[in-house]
């Protein structure tokens, strides 16, 4: 598989991934118990990210069932297609998830709150942002760290 990089350099260049290594980054969250068979999971990330493509393919190897979300799209729209669709688990970037806490300010309860998993990937998300995520948009949030070389590394 070819990915594309730009990581801490700002320099674009390609690199190939095999499918050990794909399969090494597939293992890794399935032993971790972070995704699971029965989620019903929804990546608004594009393909062309590691994250969205590594997620996506992981769920369709375990059986779940994914549904892809455009990747430009209205906050409001996220939430009402999340708990009309009962997902269960979804990836956003930090971006989007601070969108979010922009539309929950006020809001009397969690907007997502049936979500088992939200898994915030591609950059950092300061820790006020994640305890607010948790408080006002969905439960249990997972910050994901990796990389398109390296694959996850870490998860908060």
């Known amino acids: 598989m070819f990915g594309l990089t730009s990581g801490t350099t700002g320099e674009p260049k390609g690199i190939i991934l095999t499918h050990n290594e794909m399969f090494a980054r597939i293992v890794t969250f399935t032993i971790e118990d972070i995704l699971r068979a029965d989620d019903r999971f929804l990546s608004a990330l594009p393909l ?44 956003l970037s930090p971006n989007m998830s601070r969108a979010l806490l922009t539309l929950s300010k006020g809001a009397p309860e969690r907007l997502m709150p049936n979500l088992r998993l939200y898994v915030s990937s591609t950059g950092k998300l300061q820790p006020e942002e994640r305890a607010a995520l948790s408080e006002r948009v969905a439960p249990n949030i997972f910050d994901f760290y990796g990389s398109t070389g390296t694959g996850p590394i870490a998860v908060i």
């Open 48 to 91: 062309a990210y590691a994250a969205g493509r590594e997620f996506s393919t992981l769920l369709l190897c375990l059986g779940a069932t994914l549904v892809m979300f455009p990747t430009l799209f209205e906050p409001k729209d996220l939430v009402k297609a999340v708990n009309e669709k009962d997902i269960t688990a979804l990836i």
